[in-house]
Structure formats: structure tokens, C-alpha cells
């Protein structure tokens, strides 16, 4: 099940992509769900990162696509975005917010059948995050964006590319929503993404990008143990 917003202010033009997507949908036997906005200052209103794809449309009153995509990857840096275009100057922008492809109306249905292949793949990857509860709201980080996750007296903070991003509770709580053969503990009070594992020593973990976290002597065995098997999997 794929969970879809379309964002866009004609309504003829929502309904010509709900019909596609529901063309789609018997050709390939794939299920949506897919819930319309008809701007996009609704569709950011309290937004939800639930969204496996989002179609907007460059060119609305109130405020433009361009500048929404800008205000939604501030959120959701994992869902897969799709632009909506008269004309294809504009859509091109669309690759510094990090968008998966673009849609020039009128919308033809082949066209759109192959770009829709290629994002729902896009979509199944993104998929590959995690949903934090942030003192600012909902969040979603791709999974390959963490370095490590750290705990002190309850606050527990994510490192990301992106920045820190700081949720309430316990780093076991975390711990769960993490994959076992990409991510370890190495000690108490914080887990590595194995991804950023750059060395060992006897007291430390040295993090690509120069970084270093302390190690458990009694974590170092199983942590060695997970990062050869982490390479031999993924490297």
C-alpha cells in the first residue's frame, strides 16, 4: 500500500492523475491510497510525514510548489516528491529540494506509467526510514543519513547529515526501530550506524568524518563481530 498526496489547486487536473493513478493501479495490481489538497498551504498544516509520494504543483496561489517542496524537505527528507508543470523550465529547479521527477501537463498516461515505475522503486528505498517525535513536530530521516544516536539523562539525539534532531526516551526505545544488521550499540548510551564505521581502538570508535564515540570493553567483541558481517553483506 502506497500512501499519496496530490497538491494541486485545479481540480480537473487532480482528477486527470487520481485517474491515471487508478489506471495504474488495476494495470500493475499495485494499491494506493491517495488523499488530494487543493493548495498547499493545507497540505503543510499540521503535516504528517506518512506520505510515501507526494505530486505538487509548481505554479498555486498562496504559495508555490517550489517554495512548499522547500518547507516539506525541512520535515520529510525521505519522501519521494514529484513535480507538476506547464512547462518544463520550472520543474528543473526541482533537483535542489531533492525531487524524484517531474509531470508536464497535459498529463499523458504513458508517460506517466514510466515515471510512476521509477518512483514507486524511488518510493520502496525512501521507505527506509525512521519517524522521530521532535519538540518541532514529526520528522522522517533516511536511515543511511544517521551516524549514531546518542543518550543523555532521557533526551536521546539522532546525528544526521542534516544536523542533530533531539526526541524524549530511552535509546532502547530507539533501538527497536533500527535494523540489527546496519546499526549496534557500542555501549550504553549510544548506537552506531555501521555505515560510518571508519576504525576500533581499545577505547574508542573513530566515525568517518572525524568523529569519535567511546566503546564498551564489553561491547567491542560483538561490535566487531557485527561490523565484519555488516561487510560482508553490504560492501
Known amino acids: 500500500m ?4 496530490v497538491v494541486d489547486d485545479d481540480a480537473s487536473d487532480r482528477s486527470e492523475i487520481l485517474g491515471h493513478l487508478e489506471r495504474y493501479r488495476r494495470e500493475k495490481d499495485k494499491s494506493f491510497t491517495v488523499t488530494e489538497f487543493d493548495n498547499a498551504v493545507k497540505f503543510l498544516e499540521g503535516y504528517n510525514p506518512a506520505y510515501d509520494i507526494v505530486f505538487i504543483d509548481i505554479q498555486m496561489p498562496y504559495l508555490d510548489g517550489m517554495t512548499a517542496a522547500e518547507k516539506l524537505r525541512e520535515v520529510d527528507r525521505a519522501v519521494t516528491l514529484v513535480f507538476i508543470t506547464n512547462m518544463v523550465k520550472y520543474a528543473v529547479k526541482g533537483y535542489s529540494v531533492d525531487a524524484a521527477d517531474f509531470v508536464v501537463k497535459p498529463i499523458v498516461y504513458g508517460g506517466f506509467s514510466v515515471m510512476l515505475d521509477k518512483v514507486l522503486r524511488l518510493a520502496d528505498k525512501n521507505g527506509d526510514a525512521v519517524m522521530l517525535k521532535t519538540a518541532e513536530g514529526k520528522i522522517r530521516l ?3 543519513r544517521i551516524s549514531h544516536i546518542e543518550v543523555t539523562d532521557h533526551q536521546v539525539c539522532y546525528h544526521a547529515d542534516d544536523g542533530d534532531h533531539m526526541v ?3 535509546l532502547k526505545e530507539q533501538e527497536s526501530k533500527l535494523p540489527t544488521d546496519r546499526f549496534a550499540k557500542c555501549s550504553n548510551y549510544c548506537i552506531v550506524n555501521l ?5 576500533i581502538t581499545d577505547g574508542e570508535l573513530k566515525l568517518s568524518g572525524g568523529r ?3 566503546i564498551s570493553r564489553s561491547k567491542r567483541k560483538e561490535l566487531t563481530d557485527r561490523l ?3 561487510y560482508g553483506k553490504y560492501m
Open 2 to 5: 502506497y500512501n499519496i498526496a
Open 142 to 144: 533516511w536511515l543511511d
Open 168 to 170: 524524549w526516551g530511552s
Open 195 to 199: 555505515k560510518y564505521v571508519a576504525g
Open 212 to 214: 569519535s564515540v567511546p
Open 228 to 230: 565484519l558481517a555488516y
